[in-house]
């Protein structure tokens, strides 16, 4: 309502003419003076400002409605309410039913745990037919990290709908509905989006696509925190109402950072740590919050955080008004996101909010072995792990792999079986980030030609080996004097 525009206002043409003379475009823009300012400014008399002020707060204020008024608007309205299936049957099922219409969704986590690939699986839903579960549409998918690639949304369409996608000409026309917008700064971003408004209805779309805000917020107006503040809130207000107004889901993505000492709350009731241990463990939970602060969290009306815990990528639905707080176990395959069980943990206490990126040390033997283990981590940060689109691990592990062969034809996809032996020491390069590719792994040596892979087959990672590096042989017994390296 604040950004309501004074010229589609019922104000008399001279004055709405001064206003717009005056560079006061919306409703906000106004009521942010004084009347004597807005005088002054106008060049007008009081009473002409007086009246001028009382037409528009009337026409920015929403009326007053009671709960019965509100129930009936609802039952009037109830064609318009709808959601966007994930197809993920038990986040659907918290959700009523998907993603909402006419509200903002947020998708938060560390970099490489499978923002982007959601949003892609999104996109495949809200283009697809309706006789199949998705919503017949267009999607506008603003691509601020350049992460889309629609070589991957035909991948995880031809394994997630084979029946849809090996129709004749079907994926071409899929793909052919999402409109990719690559905008080079904040402002690029702020007219794409203003010129949303209208050609949303015009062109049936259906889903709107943000990856991702964090990315646009980062390199704008270093010197001043509060101006960068004050230009996401007018972001946040007119995402709100762009979202209610065409009512379509709007779903973006934000990314995490490391929490400074002094955010950290120190409540009584908050447990405390108590001793070294669990100070050591501490740092290697690596706790994380989202980076873009408290207006963006109330703005959004659900909040999905995508984690690794404990070696296991998770979806928490940590902010819904239609959900308890739950989890779900995921793995990321070459079909997109997959949920490892359709029921969901409720969650209580600080996990809730709480956003990991890493395996916690549960006991002294754990701390102990992992020392062997050399488990290590990228060492330039958080915020140069969400800037990179691609990152291949380099590392030395011993085990077994299980290898997959994929085969990719015009006709066909076929996936072939099959076990590989990775020896004591083995070197391998991980596909670890990657919005074109599941999590893969490559077993390689290097020769006087250069590093060789020992097989063009890549097998597909599930659990913590997708983000931890190793350096030296995993420890493949109870004991700590025996060891692999």
């Not at 008399?12 to 942010?32: E, G, P, Q, V």
């Not at 979806?315 to 029921?343: C, R, W, Y």
């Not at 890493?358 to 969400?386: C, M, P």
Request: net charge positive; proline share 4%.
């Amino acid at each position: 309502m604040a950004n309501k525009l004074i010229g589609e206002m019922d104000l008399h043409k001279r004055i709405s003419n001064i206003f717009a003379a005056r560079n006061i475009i919306t409703a906000k823009d106004a009521l942010s003076m004084t009347e004597f300012e807005l005088m002054e400014l106008l060049d007008v008399g009081m009473k002409e400002t007086q009246s001028a002020v009382v037409l528009i707060s009337e026409a920015a204020s929403p009326p007053c409605l009671s709960a019965q008024s509100l129930l009936e608007q609802k039952v009037e309205n109830e064609y318009l309410l709808g959601h966007l299936p994930t197809h993920l049957k038990g986040l659907d099922s918290a959700l009523c039913g998907g993603i909402p219409f006419g509200v903002l969704t947020e998708l938060v986590g560390p970099p490489g745990i499978g923002k982007s690939q959601f949003c892609m699986k999104l996109a495949l839903s809200a283009s697809f037919p309706k006789a199949y579960g998705g919503l017949d549409g267009r999607v506008i998918y603003i691509d601020v990290e350049s992460k889309f690639s629609s070589r991957r949304v035909i991948e995880m369409g031809l394994k997630s709908f084979p029946e849809v996608f090996h129709l004749k000409g079907m994926a071409q026309e899929m793909a052919g509905r999402i409109l990719v917008l690559r905008p080079t700064s904040l402002s690029d971003f702020t007219q794409s989006i203003q010129e949303l408004k209208e050609s949303i209805l015009k062109n049936q779309v259906k889903l709107l696509v943000i990856d991702s805000m964090t990315a646009l917020l980062s390199g704008e107006n270093k010197p001043g925190a509060q101006r960068q503040q004050h230009q996401l809130g007018w972001h946040i207000s007119f995402l709100k109402s762009l979202a209610e107004f065409a009512r379509i889901p709007i779903v973006v993505t934000n990314q995490v950072r490391s929490q400074n000492r002094d955010e950290t709350s120190q409540y009584s009731f908050q447990a405390k740590l108590k001793d070294g241990f669990q100070e050591h463990t501490r740092t290697y939970d690596s706790h994380l919050v989202a980076a873009l602060g408290i207006n963006w969290a109330h703005a959004v009306t659900i909040r999905l955080v995508l984690e690794s815990k404990s070696g296991q990528r998770i979806i928490k639905v940590a902010k819904s008004p239609m959900s308890p707080p739950l989890a779900f176990p995921f793995h990321i395959t070459s079909a997109g996101i997959s949920l490892l069980s359709d029921e969901g943990t409720e969650l209580k206490g600080p996990g809730i909010n709480n956003i990991h990126a890493r395996a916690k040390l549960k006991d002294r033997f754990q701390e102990h072995t992992r020392r062997y283990d050399s488990h290590l981590v990228a060492a330039l940060g958080i915020n140069w792990d969400h800037a990179v689109t691609i990152r291949l691990v380099l590392e030395a592990k011993s085990g077994t792999l299980s290898i997959c062969k994929v085969t990719v034809t015009r006709e066909n996809v076929s996936f072939i079986w099959f076990g590989f032996h990775v020896f004591e020491g083995q070197r391998i390069i991980k596909v670890a980030k990657s919005p074109m590719s599941p999590p893969l792994a490559f077993p390689f040596h290097i020769t006087s030609e250069g590093i060789s892979l020992f097989s063009d087959d890549g097998a597909e990672l599930k659990g913590p080996g997708i983000n931890n590096i190793h350096a030296r042989g995993i420890i493949l017994c109870q004991r700590v004097n025996h060891i692999t390296v």
